[in-house]
T-cell receptor, first 114, second 115 residues
Framework: AQSVAQPEDQVNVAEGNPLTVKCTYSVSGNPYLFWYVQYPNRGLQFLLKYITGDNLVKGSYGFEAEFNKSQTSFHLKKPSALVSDSALYFCAVRGLYNFNKFYFGSGTKLNVKP | GAGVSQTPSNKVTEKGKYVELRCDPISGHTALYWYRQSLGQGPEFLIYFQGTGAADDSGLPNDRFFAVRPEGSVSTLKIQRTERGDSAVYLC?????????????FGEGSRLTVL
């Protein structure tokens, strides 16, 4: 079965510091991995995805993510956090045998303090 | 419109009532998805349409839930005999063709509260 895990319910960082939001996946075969962000009372917005190729993927708003096959991880990173980055972040993997489905993690709340 | 539009944004109903939630996908997107997001959880898959047909409805929790997309554009999620456990945010998403490498574009959701 395919799944992702986000081990941290909440991440707190100071503005200007680097941030990491963790995600590990469980899927047989090559995974298709995605990060989404959800602001309060808003829908999910796509940030970036890993399909194949370079392990470092760059996305919207200065975010990037590193695919690590040996550690089955796809951590979201940003070199310098902004207060406006404070939101709920979801990692997702597309189903391998049923690619109609995205399997989402439980989300990580990012708090960036001034 | 430019994005996925969902109505109503909020719906409060009483246990046992019937509810319809509407989704208007991005123009030209053939693939449409419904997800349900409970408090503190990630979205969970309900149903997927490719064109007018429900290609995968394996996520619908029971036969009280039904969805249609009669003309291949707007979709309606229908919930009969609502229960308090149905309270959640119902998210609609679309993608251009449903290709495996494509991302989903989500609407802002319809928050359903069953009293």
């Amino acid at each position: 079965a395919q799944s992702v895990a986000q081990p941290e319910d909440q991440v707190n960082v100071a503005e200007g510091n680097p941030l990491t939001v963790k995600c590990t996946y469980s899927v047989s075969g090559n995974p298709y991995l995605f990060w989404y962000v959800q602001y309060p009372n808003r829908g999910l917005q796509f940030l970036l995805k890993y399909i194949t190729g370079d392990n470092l993927v760059k996305g919207s708003y200065g975010f990037e993510a590193e695919f690590n096959k040996s550690q089955t991880s796809f951590h979201l990173k940003k070199p310098s956090a902004l207060v406006s980055d404070s939101a709920l972040y979801f990692c997702a993997v597309r189903g391998l045998y049923n690619f109609n489905k995205f399997y989402f993690g439980s989300g990580t709340k990012l708090n960036v303090k001034p | 419109g430019a994005g996925v539009s969902q109505t109503p944004s909020n719906k409060v109903t009483e246990k046992g009532k019937y509810v319809e939630l509407r989704c208007d996908p991005i123009s030209g997107h053939t693939a449409l998805y419904w997800y349900r997001q409970s408090l503190g959880q990630g979205p969970e898959f309900l149903i997927y349409f490719q064109g007018t047909g429900a290609a995968d409805d394996s996520g619908l929790p029971n036969d009280r839930f039904f969805a249609v997309r009669p003309e291949g554009s707007v979709s309606t999620l229908k919930i009969q005999r609502t229960e308090r456990g149905d309270s959640a945010v119902y998210l609609c998403a679309s993608s251009l063709t449903g290709e495996i490498t494509g991302e989903l574009f989500f609407g802002e959701g319809s928050r359903l509260t069953v009293l």
